[in-house]
């Protein structure tokens, strides 16, 4: 028993460390052999090793070997040496493997921030579509994160009206105003909406309107507010159908989605890819029909989802029509089929009632200059600054250009005199002899409007003839 536990006792060895003798155990260098640092130990220090007769035993390689019990350390040098470098090289692939996982991720993030900005200044586009691209029709299955606010009690009163501040409002206020008319019209009831679908489909629409001066979310909440307030005005509740009401809200909500910023007269000079695919007839208008009902095709999208098919089938065809009729090359047409039927309006037939719902989107597609100046003003300046982008545009393909959009030609009353005159008052005063409680809240709004550009192109006028005055006397 004595001996052969003695076999296993720890023996004392002798470090000889930069001139220092130090006592240690066998297990320790055992330790030391088998660390990652042995290397280095190994070129740096004598070793000593006491044999059983008392004998110094040297292990430094580099030192010959004074008795046959010495260890063989070339050989366990070269086995550490080939098992550490074979560590190293797996530390360093997986290094290579982490880099590699941390680049694919900052390429990753890259790519998702180009996307993203791309799709939120997409009016910088080249005109190409696509509507199998998946577009930004991709909105969250959850419930929608934009909170809904309390309107106040005074906040829905001003809804009902043609006065409505739209300039006040960030994207989630005009979310919750547009829910809440869906709510207060009683849609959300009768069509048996699902409440989370119906937000999840007013965030829809939200993103899949363009950035654009004029043509983006904002005017799409003015014409559905207008809409909201001459469903109120105009007493519809009484005359038309809650599903007539839907068809014209829903029209009011998708009558411009993605709007690229640049006219239908521009598609189609252009031979963009909207023109070739809608052979040149309402490009757009047929394009915002494509994109609404590529949202609504979304299930979590769907608030139709609970019609029957043959209703569904109707109300699609009614908002159809309605989205193409906002094309205001085809305005004469629709009027003149109104002003025939209004004299003798039938709200039982069915086709009265199409070509009324056809005029009444197209008022409140165009309705600025109804509200309030300071309201309507600003909204000038954003169709001027989105005329003005098509125009040099257009210069620069070598296009034609409608002097009412070259900025080198138009000013503020000259944009504004001839549509006042020609084009809303003229709608709108046919539109109140079917509805005469327009006047006061519509009708002469307008017609204020008419007088106060005509003021200020008179004083443009005058500035102008005293500017060539004074310019011909010095000469």
């Known amino acids: 028993m004595g001996s052969s536990s003695s076999s296993y006792a720890p023996r004392n060895i002798y470090l000889d460390v930069d001139g220092k003798v130090q006592k240690v155990t066998s297990i320790t260098v055992i330790f030391l052999f088998t660390s990652f640092f042995a290397r280095t130990f190994l070129q740096s220090t004598a070793i000593m090793v006491v044999d059983p007769e008392g004998a110094m035993v040297s292990i430094d390689p580099t030192m010959p070997t004074n008795s046959p019990r010495a260890f063989h350390i070339n050989e366990m040098k070269t086995e550490l040496t080939n098992r550490l470098t074979m560590l190293e090289k797996r530390v360093e692939l997986e290094g290579l493997k982490v880099v590699e996982i941390e680049k694919c991720k900052n390429d990753l993030k890259n790519l998702r921030e180009e996307m993203s900005s791309r799709g939120s200044s997409r009016f910088n586009c080249s005109c190409k579509y696509n509507l199998d691209d998946g577009k930004k029709v991709t909105p969250r299955r959850d419930v929608p994160n934009y909170p809904k606010y309390t309107l106040s009690q005074e906040t829905i009163e001003a809804l009902k009206k043609p006065t409505f501040d739209v300039w006040h409002w ?190 009444l989107v197209k008022c409140c597609d165009i309705s600025n200059e109804v509200r309030p100046t300071e309201v309507a003003e600003p909204w000038v300046d954003c169709l001027l600054e989105e005329y003005f982008m098509q125009s040099d545009r257009e210069k620069s393909e070598g296009l034609p250009v409608a002097p009412f959009m070259d900025r080198d030609k138009v000013t503020k009353p000259t944009a504004q005199i001839g549509f006042i005159k020609f084009v809303l008052i003229p709608m709108f005063e046919t539109v ?14 307008l017609r204020d409007s008419r007088d106060h550009y005509e003021e200020l192109k008179l004083l443009e006028d005058a500035m102008t003839e005293m500017k060539t005055t004074t310019f011909t006397s010095k000469f």
């Not at 989370?196 to 654009?212: C, G, H, M, P, S």
Request: proline letters at 4%; aromatic letters at 8%.
């Open 170 to 359: 960030e994207h989630n206020e005009m979310l919750s105003c547009l829910e809440f008319m869906y709510h207060d019209l009683g849609l959300v009831k009768e069509l048996n909406m699902n409440p989370i679908t119906l937000k999840r489909w007013l965030l829809a629409i939200q993103e899949n309107y363009r950035n654009n001066p004029f043509h983006n979310f904002r005017h799409c909440f003015c014409v559905s507010q207008m809409m909201y307030g001459m469903i109120h005005l105009c007493n519809l509740k009484e005359k038309l159908t809650l599903t007539d009401l839907v068809i014209l809200m829903t029209t009011a909500v998708c009558h411009d989605l993605d709007h690229p910023g640049y006219n239908n007269t521009y598609q189609i000079n252009a031979r963009t890819e909207l023109a070739v695919r809608y052979n040149d007839i309402s490009p757009l208008e047929n394009h915002h029909c494509a994109v609404a009902f590529q949202i609504i095709s979304l299930p979590e999208c769907n608030i139709f989802a609970n019609v029957n098919p043959d209703t569904f089938k109707n109300i699609r065809q009614a908002i159809i029509t309605l989205i193409l009729a906002t094309d205001m090359a085809r305005h004469g047409e629709i009027l003149e089929c109104f002003k025939q039927k209004v004299k003798n309006f039938d709200f039982s037939n069915e086709e009265h009632v199409i070509c009324l719902k056809k005029v």
């Open 432 to 445: 109140m002899e079917l509805f005469p409680q327009i006047e006061e809240i519509m009708v002469q709004p």
